[in-house]
């Protein structure tokens, strides 16, 4: 068997995450999450990273021995180091600012390179100056294979994620389309992000400038993999209210999720609730994007989202009055 064909059967699809059951004050109505912390790198991005791979490798911009290289800070870098060890291929990643080993630790326990460089914005020159295959999860932002995962476990009338590079919403936009599928997808957006702003006046070269405060999603500026023609609804989210969702998510599942899986549970929530004043019944599906005990320090922290000026109080209390916590051994 070729490398190439070697290569193909490890970024063949896993086995399908799990969907969770969330309460909700909302008779015939239900509310599930996606559960991709249960992907092995733990994130969403783990699908991301696959599909890159595997382009790349259908592309035959990847080969045996090729150094991939990417520039990013988060879980893509861990996703993607892990494909890389799983194929034999050296992988750099270069990520923003000074160095820190507590976000290297985990891209080099998995053999992968970090490199790290000031300003921010210069990760992106850096890395396409490194010898090797530039996986540009942005500028390649490449579809995945969530659409028929998830439309082969649930055929909900909504489904919401939070928006990064593009690809998720356009997957499953893409999907319900070509499938004629009687579903909408909604695009759960942070404070500074584009993705908003740029989808309501139909401005595809909108940019903020600003950066999200939310880790995985949102973007200063609308990234071509983000495609407005497959998105139903975009609906902005306030960060403190990201918050808020998390820690109530964690009190619900046990989950400790990051920032991004509280702002696509607050835009469910928010689907919820207009369905419920509208008299409608369905299924609505939110993604959970990571979850991991590092986000004890940050997003389940009150001193660390007082430092950030978030106030989740109020919209902790909203959230009380829509979800219906479940009961004690339940």
């Not at 390649?140 to 649930?154: K, N, P, S, T, Y």
């Not at 495609?227 to 400790?256: F, N």
């Not at 007082?306 to 051994?329: F, I, Q, T």
């Amino acid at each position: 068997m070729s490398w190439n064909a070697r290569a193909l059967d490890v970024l063949a699809a896993g086995e399908p995450t799990p969907l969770i059951d969330f309460p909700v004050q909302a008779p015939g109505i239900r509310l599930l999450l996606k559960d991709e912390s249960a992907q092995p790198t733990g994130s969403l991005r783990h699908r991301h990273a696959r599909a890159l791979f595997r382009q790349a490798v259908l592309d035959g911009l990847v080969g045996e021995g090729t150094t991939v290289v990417e520039a990013t800070g988060g879980n893509a870098a861990v996703a993607q180091a892990w494909f890389a060890r799983r194929l034999g291929l050296p992988y750099i990643v270069v990520m923003p600012g000074e160095r820190s080993q507590a976000r290297a630790r985990a891209v080099e326990a998995l053999g992968g390179e970090c490199r790290f460089v000031t300003p921010p914005l210069a990760i992106y020159d850096a890395a396409r100056g490194i010898p090797g295959h530039f996986l540009d999860q942005f500028g390649r932002a490449a579809e995945h294979d969530l659409g028929e995962e998830l439309f082969a476990q649930v055929r909900p009338d909504w489904v919401v994620t939070g928006a990064g590079t593009g690809a998720t919403s356009a997957t499953l936009g893409r999907w319900v389309r070509e499938h004629d599928v009687p579903c909408r997808v909604a695009v759960a957006d942070p404070d500074n992000s584009a993705y908003f702003p740029g989808w309501t006046l139909d401005v595809p070269d909108y940019a903020t400038g600003m950066p999200s405060r939310i880790e995985g999603i949102g973007r200063p500026r609308v990234e071509p993999g983000f495609r407005p023609d497959l998105v139903d609804l975009v609906i902005p989210v306030p960060d403190a209210a990201s918050v808020a969702a998390a820690r109530h998510l964690r009190a619900v599942t046990g989950l400790a999720v990051g920032g991004s899986s509280g702002t696509a549970l607050w835009a469910a929530l928010e689907l919820v609730e207009r369905m419920r004043a509208r008299g409608e019944s369905g299924t609505v599906v939110s993604l959970v994007g990571d979850a991991a005990d590092r986000h004890l320090a940050t997003y389940h922290d009150e001193a660390w989202a007082a430092a950030k000026g978030l106030d989740a109080g109020p919209y902790a209390d909203e959230l009380r009055r829509r979800v219906a916590l479940r009961p004690e051994g339940g």
